[in-house]
């Protein structure tokens, strides 16, 4: 049987796992790939991960920060192939692995809800419309970022007095003081880690009734709601997946959005670790390779 390796990489962590094993993870994940140094970096972080005398024959990726027209998955593929013995290894955008772990080789729209966000509809056609993936200074509308950064806004000004008193002030003091948040949100590497892990604080405060933080959560919703609607091409299923799905708080919230917004459902899917299923699909299926063409990069 062939071995494959399937990798997911997102903003805040990497994950891997060698055919149906146990998955490896480690805190280390990728704003953006801009320079060589930072493609040699990720590979390097991937090999790693990789267990001592492992080599395996297929190599499947996804991507958080994807750019089409970059040099840099191709890049990161034949440094994976090279370096793991490995006879093909392909890098895909996090939204086609997404998809593809999620609902399939069929028409339909998928949205990550991690600590970014990337929407992908499909139609019946082939075509392929991405949305958002924009990284967290310019977009991740809804994901983990966001309704982080919004959660200890709204406990930093309830702590000032400049805002309405809400129960974040209280979570947020397990991070320290305002002084030692602020020094944790604008020195960590990468920061939308740091302050995506505030996003279950807002959840669970939303949970127990808090004004503010239901608040973030319904904006959050009708941001993916947008997101959603923007990416859909035409029937077909819509998928959920990535960390925030785990609650059932958020994913209530954007199916009410979705209504809010009339955007047919036909279908609602949740998988909340569909990365790794979706990188092994693109690894081992060719024929699906064409389909996703400019969001995949092959190397052989």
Do not use: N
């Not at 509308?141 to 400049?162: N, T």
């Amino acid at each position: 049987m062939t071995a494959a390796l399937a990798v997911d990489v997102g903003q805040s962590g990497c994950r891997l796992r060698l055919d149906d094993g146990d998955v490896i993870e480690a805190p280390l994940g990728v704003i953006a790939l801009t320079g060589d140094e930072h493609v040699t970096a990720l590979a390097q972080t991937i090999i790693d991960l990789v267990p001592p005398g492992t080599r395996p024959e297929l190599v499947g990726v996804g991507l958080s920060g994807f750019v089409e027209d970059s040099p840099a998955p191709a890049r990161l593929a034949e440094i994976l192939r090279v370096h793991l013995g490995a006879r093909t290894t392909v890098v895909a955008a996090d939204a086609v692995t997404a998809f593809l772990g999620t609902v399939g080789a069929r028409a339909g729209t998928v949205v990550i809800c991690g600590t970014g966000v990337a929407a992908l509809g499909v139609s019946d056609e082939g075509g392929l419309r991405r949305i958002d993936a924009r990284g967290y200074l310019l977009g991740d509308f809804g994901g983990g970022a966001w309704i982080g950064q919004r959660g200890l806004q709204a406990a930093l000004d309830a702590l000032e007095g400049r805002g309405p008193s809400t129960a974040l002030a209280d979570a947020s003091l397990r991070l320290g003081s305002p002084a030692d948040i602020y020094h944790g949100a604008m020195g960590s590497i990468p920061a939308p880690q740091y302050i995506a892990a505030f996003a279950p604080d807002v959840l669970r405060a939303a949970d127990e009734g808090d004004a503010s933080a239901l608040g973030i959560l319904a904006d959050a919703a009708d941001q993916l709601a947008r997101t959603i609607g923007a990416a859909r091409l035409g029937p077909g299923p819509i998928g959920l997946t990535g960390g925030l799905t785990r609650s059932s708080s958020f994913v209530s919230a954007v199916r009410t959005a979705l209504d809010r917004r009339d955007v047919a459902v036909d279908e609602f899917v949740v998988q909340p670790d569909a990365g790794l299923d979706g990188a092994r699909i693109v690894a081992e299926d060719t024929s699906i390779r064409s389909a996703f063409a400019g969001l995949i990069a092959v190397k052989e």
